[in-house]
C-alpha cells in the first residue's frame, strides 16, 4: 500500500443535504495516489453526489475535501485548480453535440490550456488513438454509438491530463454488448496507474482492477474492503442483501 | 424446372409497371384530389371558385390596367391603374430625399443586398465578413447622410421610403439580436441583482405595445433633454425598435437555453471553461440553433412593425404611399398602391424565411 504522503484525496466528515434531506453523512475517505476505487450501492444511496462534490458539481455543507493538498471552498480560484487535476466521465457522456469528436477533445485543451490547436489537435489524435477510435475524428456525436461515444468522452478527460479520473456509472447507459469495449479501456488506463474513483456495479471490472471497494448506503459508507472480501466475505447486512440481488 | 426457371428470368428482365391507376397524372389526381367523395366535393369547389375569381382579376390586372398613364385616363379605365406605382415610383421609394440625390440611397441598398446575398454562404463567415459589414454600413450612413467627400449634406428629417424602412430594419433587428441574447443569459444569472433587472426590463417591455413605446421616443423622451439638446428622430424611433425587438428575442433565446441538457454544462465545468467560453462555444450555438425558426418569426414581424413609424410622422414606405393616395390626381388608386407595398414587403420576408430555413437545414447535417 502506498504510503502516507501519496495522500491524493482527504475527505474528511463531509455532510450534505439537498434542502431537508440529509443525502451524505459523515463521510470519512482517504484516496492514495494510483489507488483505484469502485463505489457501489442502491440507487439514491450518494454515491454520485459523492464523487460529484469531489471536483464541486455539488457544493457540500460540512467537513473538508482536501484534493491534492487544495481544499475544496468557495474561492474560484481554488475550485479551478482542483478541477484542472481532476477528469470526470458521466453517465450520460455529455459529449458537445454540435463539434466534431476531435473539436470535442480540442475544446479544453485549447481554449483551458492555451495550447496552439496544431498542437492540441495533435494530442486529441494521440487519445483517440488510445481509445481505438481515431478513425470517427471528423464526425459528430450523434453518429456514434454509445459505446464509441463513452470512449470518446474518456478520451475528451484525458487530453486534459488529469491526475485523478472520477466516474459515474459509465457504463449504465450503454447496450450490453458495449460495456465491454468501455470497461477495456478503463482497465488500460488502470494499467497505466491512473487514481480512479468509479461507481459502478460491474464486479468483473471491480474484482480486476480496484484496490478497494465501498459499499454506500442511504448516505453512509457502510463498508470498505478489498475486491475479494468484498464481495466473497461481506460483513454488513445490508450489503449482503446487495450482493445477492446484484448477482441475480 | 426448365421452363419455371425461364419464365422468372422473363420476368425480371422485363420491367413490370404498376396498374395506370397509381401511376402518372391519373394516379396523382385519383391520389390527392378525389381521394373520398368529401375531398372530391372540395376539389370540385374549389375549381369553380377559382374559375369565378381569377379570370376577373386577371382581366383587372393585366388586360384592362393601365400602366403608364396619368391618372385621369384611369379613372376612363376598368382594369388596374398600376400608373400610380410607375408614375409615383421614386417618390414612394425615396420620400423627400433631394431629387437629384437619389442615387445615393440607392447605391446604399445595393451595397446592403449584396452584403445580404454575400453573407448567405457559411463559407464566407469569418473576421472578413464581420469588416465587410461594417465598412458596408459606414459607407451606406456616408452615403445617405453626405456631407463629406463632396457629397451634398441631406437632413436625415428628409429621408424616407424604402431605405428608411429598410434601415430601421437591418439596424434594428442586427443591434436587438445581440441584446436579446444578453437579456436572456440576464435573466438566468445567479446574481440577484442582473436577475431581477432582466426581468424587469423584459416584462415591462412586452407588456407594452410598440406604438407607444415609439410616442414615448419622439414625445416623451425630448422633454426630459435639457433646453437645446435634441435627439435625431429617427435614431430614437430606431432605439425604440431595438429595445422592443430585443425583449422578445430574449424570451426566445430563453426558451432554447432551457432546452440544453443539464450535462452540457457540467461536462464544461469539468472541463475548466470560463463562463464566457461555455457560453459562447457550447451552450448558445445549440441554443440559437434551436431557436432559428421563432427568432425568423420575431424578426420578420418586427420588420412589417417599422411600419408603425408613419405614427410619429417618419416617411417609411407605407406613408410615402399614404401621401401619394392624398394626391388628388391619384386618390381612389389605393388597392393597386398597396399591393406594390405588399409585394415589396413580401419580397422582405420571404427572403428572411427562406434564408432561415436555409441555415436550419445546412446546420442539421452535424446530426445523423
Redesign the interface.
Given at each position: 500500500m502506498p504510503t502516507p504522503e501519496e495522500q491524493i484525496i482527504v475527505i474528511q466528515k463531509l455532510h450534505k443535504w439537498y434542502g431537508e434531506m440529509h443525502v451524505l453523512r459523515d463521510i470519512n475517505l482517504i484516496v492514495h495516489k494510483g489507488e483505484r476505487i469502485v463505489i457501489c450501492g442502491p440507487s439514491g444511496s450518494g454515491k454520485s453526489t459523492l464523487i460529484r462534490c469531489i471536483?464541486?458539481?455539488e457544493e457540500h455543507q460540512r467537513g473538508r475535501i482536501l484534493v491534492d493538498g487544495t481544499e475544496l471552498t468557495n474561492d474560484s480560484k481554488n475550485i479551478?485548480k482542483i478541477?484542472?487535476e481532476?477528469?470526470?466521465v458521466?453517465q450520460?457522456f455529455?459529449?458537445?453535440?454540435?463539434l466534431t469528436i476531435l473539436e470535442n477533445l480540442t475544446?479544453?485543451p485549447i481554449?483551458?490550456r492555451k495550447i496552439p490547436k496544431a498542437e492540441a489537435e495533435e494530442m486529441a489524435m494521440y487519445y483517440l488513438e488510445k481509445v481505438h477510435i481515431a478513425d470517427q475524428a471528423r464526425k459528430?456525436p450523434?453518429?456514434l454509438s454509445g459505446g464509441q461515444q463513452q470512449r470518446v468522452a474518456i478520451a475528451?478527460?484525458l487530453c486534459?491530463k488529469p491526475n485523478i479520473m472520477l466516474f459515474d456509472e459509465p457504463t449504465s447507459a450503454l447496450d450490453p454488448e458495449m460495456v465491454k469495449e468501455v470497461l477495456d479501456v478503463m482497465i488500460n488506463l488502470a494499467q497505466e496507474g491512473m487514481t480512479m474513483i468509479v461507481v459502478s456495479h460491474e464486479m468483473g471490472f471491480a474484482k480486476s482492477v480496484a484496490h478497494r471497494v465501498l459499499f454506500m448506503d442511504e448516505g453512509q459508507i457502510l463498508e470498505s474492503n478489498t475486491p475479494v472480501e468484498f464481495f466473497e466475505n461481506p460483513q454488513h447486512e445490508r450489503l449482503r442483501l446487495f450482493i445477492s440481488q446484484i448477482l441475480h | 424446372m426448365e421452363l419455371e426457371k425461364k419464365h422468372i428470368q422473363q420476368a425480371t428482365q422485363e420491367e413490370i409497371r404498376p396498374p395506370v391507376t397509381i401511376m402518372g397524372p391519373m394516379g396523382w389526381i385519383r391520389a390527392n384530389l378525389f381521394s373520398s367523395w368529401f375531398n372530391g366535393l372540395l376539389t370540385v369547389l374549389i375549381i369553380f371558385l377559382l374559375w369565378k375569381t381569377l379570370p376577373p382579376f386577371f382581366k383587372w390586372a393585366f388586360v384592362e390596367s393601365l400602366w403608364r398613364s396619368d391618372g385621369t385616363a384611369c379613372r376612363d379605365a376598368g382594369g388596374a391603374c398600376w400608373s400610380v406605382v410607375s408614375q409615383n415610383f421614386r417618390f414612394m421609394i425615396f420620400g423627400f430625399y433631394p431629387h437629384d440625390q437619389q442615387w445615393r440611397p440607392l447605391l446604399s441598398m445595393a451595397i446592403l443586398v449584396a452584403l445580404l446575398f454575400y453573407s448567405r454562404n457559411r463559407n464566407h463567415w469569418k473576421k472578413l465578413l464581420v469588416y465587410a459589414w461594417l465598412t458596408g454600413l459606414l459607407l451606406m450612413g456616408v452615403l445617405m447622410k453626405g456631407g463629406i467627400l463632396g457629397l451634398v449634406d441631406v437632413e436625415s428629417t428628409q429621408w424616407g421610403g424604402l431605405p428608411l424602412t429598410l434601415l430601421l430594419a437591418v439596424f434594428g433587428l442586427t443591434a436587438a439580436y445581440p441584446l436579446g441574447v444578453l437579456l436572456a443569459l440576464g435573466r438566468q444569472s445567479r446574481l440577484p441583482a442582473i436577475r431581477t433587472l432582466c426581468i424587469v426590463y423584459i416584462e415591462l417591455i412586452r407588456g407594452v405595445p410598440l406604438i407607444s413605446l415609439l410616442f414615448m421616443s419622439s414625445v416623451v423622451f425630448p422633454l426630459f433633454l435639457p433646453e437645446g439638446v435634441s435627439i435625431n428622430k429617427i435614431l430614437r424611433a430606431q432605439v425604440a425598435i431595438i429595445l422592443f425587438t430585443a425583449a422578445y428575442i430574449a424570451e426566445v433565446v430563453r426558451g432554447g437555453l432551457q432546452g440544453i441538457p443539464k450535462g452540457q454544462l457540467e461536462a464544461t465545468e469539468t472541463l475548466g471553461l470560463s463562463y464566457y467560453h461555455t457560453m459562447r462555444l457550447v451552450i448558445l450555438p445549440q441554443a440559437l440553433k434551436i431557436v432559428i425558426p421563432p427568432s425568423v418569426s420575431i424578426l420578420i414581424s418586427a420588420f412589417k412593425d417599422t411600419s408603425l413609424v408613419v405614427i410619429i410622422a417618419l416617411f417609411d414606405l407605407l406613408k410615402t404611399t399614404q401621401s401619394v393616395l392624398s394626391d388628388p390626381q391619384w386618390m381612389g388608386f389605393s388597392t393597386e398602391a398597396y399591393i406594390f407595398v405588399a409585394l415589396v414587403y413580401f419580397l422582405c420576408c420571404f427572403f428572411m424565411s427562406n434564408y432561415s430555413r436555409r441555415l436550419e437545414r445546412e446546420l442539421n447535417v452535424e446530426r445523423a
Open positions: 471536483n464541486r458539481l479551478e478541477r484542472a481532476v477528469g470526470m458521466f450520460h455529455n459529449l458537445f453535440p454540435h475544446l479544453g481554449w483551458v459528430y450523434g453518429q475528451r478527460s486534459m | -
